[in-house]
């Protein structure tokens, strides 16, 4: 059983449970009808995977960024899970909830209702049910009493200001990390999956994943700010941070053992997971991984140019500033 509080009130989750406190700010990367009728077919006894294929066709990056198996190489291949507690912030369509539920308990909080009955449609058709607890609220507005032995961050860290509804006094992601500290137990991890700001494609003019275009957000945050609204006139609230400023920032936080991963050809697709320290030997001894545009899937043009500066940078022992993205495991 899960206990947090909301709002002053102490509450409980049970193992299949589901609770929701309605939030005015979602993550939406389909719309709410898609979503329903989803989960509808997989209620009505269609296959989870033929579900989501008939809706979001085939071939196209959120097909890809919902079913496929990389999602979860990081935890098959790297850093397995067994039989611990664990809370997936922005759970999303369950990519890590569902595998990970295999041998775990899992609490998945997500601020999309929607999003957390397709986790529990397909968690009953897997026969997961009582191994996931499902919770609709903002991590920043809950308060867990629970203490997990791991937490996931994975693809979220880098949207905290979007969705922050307090103080703007305070820095969104510092919070953050801090609460994902407080709410770990002694020896718990946190494992986020981010890009890196200062990646060599994003260097070289590629698409942010977060906001679509080039040039701006590799730039240190408040140029990045700046040069945002000087171009849409809106804010810029999606933030990454290069190797050193995640380092700095996690021990902030008050974590202590803090271990990179570099990811490629991202975190979110990755086809090769090596600790950070290994990735220059790594490229001086492997072929190319390619990489692709992360806001929308579409293979670069440049591959080639894009290895051949990593060998030159491996060479000098710094490629590992370059990487697209980070897998992060934080402990006290």
Known sequence: MISFR??????????????????????????RSTLVSITNSILG???????????????????????SKKRSFFFDKILPIKNKIILDIGAGWGQSTIPLAKENIVCAIEPNDAKLDFIQAVAYQKQLTRKICCLGANFLDIDFETNFDVILSIGVLEWVNKFYNGNQREDPQSLFLSKCRESLSKSGKLIVGIENRLGLKYLLGVNDDHIGVPSIACLEKSLAKKRFHENFKKELHSFTYSYEEYNEIFHLAGFKDITFYAALPDYKLPEVVVPISEFNNYICKNKIIAEHDGSNGSSLK???????????????????????????????
């Open 6 to 31: 909301y709002i002053g009130e102490t509450h409980h989750l049970k193992e299949s449970e589901k609770k929701y406190f309605p939030s005015s700010k979602l993550y939406e990367d389909t719309n």
């Open 45 to 67: 006894g269609e296959d989870w995977l033929k579900s989501v294929n008939t809706f979001i066709p085939q071939g196209t990056w959120l097909n890809s960024i919902i079913t």
């Open 302 to 332: 440049n591959n080639e140019e894009l290895f051949s500066l990593y060998q030159s940078f491996a060479k000098m022992n710094v490629a590992h500033y370059l990487v697209p993205s980070f897998f992060i495991v934080a402990s006290l």
